[in-house]
């Protein structure tokens, strides 16, 4: 078994390996073990009070790769080269409001929680929700918080990525009801449970990047 030091060592030279990559090359596919690897850490991602609001879509068609390309600025220079392409949904209010059936299901028939926890559980999310956070004034702000919850399985996927010596580009770029109008089109949003949060593309480098660079660790981590 390794020692930590040397785990450690493993993780950040990861951390120094992974960038937004440009350009991929579209000769070289990640290996499919490899991309359910990256999948799965996705998966098994921490999400706010166990919700999992997520869906992760795997852009394997050429003709939707195209549609995507065309629609998203910041995708135009990765696809189609990228090896591997993921448009990354969050649930809307529809699944994520305290008395929604998806979580009603999530919870009782997915985690098998008893019915008496179950209800308590639900009250301290609504409380969190109406109260703590303020999310149910308008449809966006859970949506928004839904998304925040996606962008910790993204990283985790571009971290575990990284590890192995993939290369990624997480993506913005892009009109959000421009994106949610092509894929409820294409049937993927299923009647507004679902919004676009990010995509991200997964491949292997064409040209080495710059030395990384970031601000002091004394300047961004304060210990009181």
């Not at 450690?8 to 991929?24: N, S, Y």
């Amino acid at each position: 078994m390794r020692d930590k030091d040397t785990l450690k060592q493993e993780i950040l030279e990861a951390f120094h390996f992974r960038h937004a990559t440009k350009q991929f090359d579209p000769d070289k596919k990640i290996p499919e073990e490899d991309f359910h690897f990256i999948m799965e850490t996705a998966r098994l991602s921490p999400s706010s009070f166990g919700f999992e609001p997520w869906r992760f879509l795997v852009i394997q068609s050429d003709e939707m790769r195209e549609k995507i390309k065309d629609a998203a600025w910041g995708a135009y220079g990765k696809l189609p080269e990228a090896s591997h392409f993921v448009v990354i949904l969050s649930r809307t209010k529809v699944d994520t409001k305290y008395d929604s059936a998806y979580l009603q299901d999530h919870f009782k028939n997915g985690k098998n929680m008893p019915e008496e926890n179950y209800n308590k559980y639900m009250q301290r999310v609504e409380e969190f929700q109406k109260e703590d956070f303020k999310l149910l004034d308008g449809d966006r702000p859970l949506l928004d918080w839904a998304g925040k919850q996606t962008y910790i399985a993204l990283a985790n996927m571009m971290t575990a990525a990284a590890q192995i010596g993939i290369d990624s580009c997480p993506i913005e770029g892009f009109n959000m009801e421009k994106m949610n109008k092509l894929l409820a089109d294409e049937g993927l949003l299923e009647d507004g449970h679902f919004g676009i949060s990010v995509m991200v593309a997964f491949g292997y480098r064409v040209n080495e990047p710059a030395e990384k660079t970031r601000r002091p660790f004394d300047d961004v981590v304060k210990f009181i």
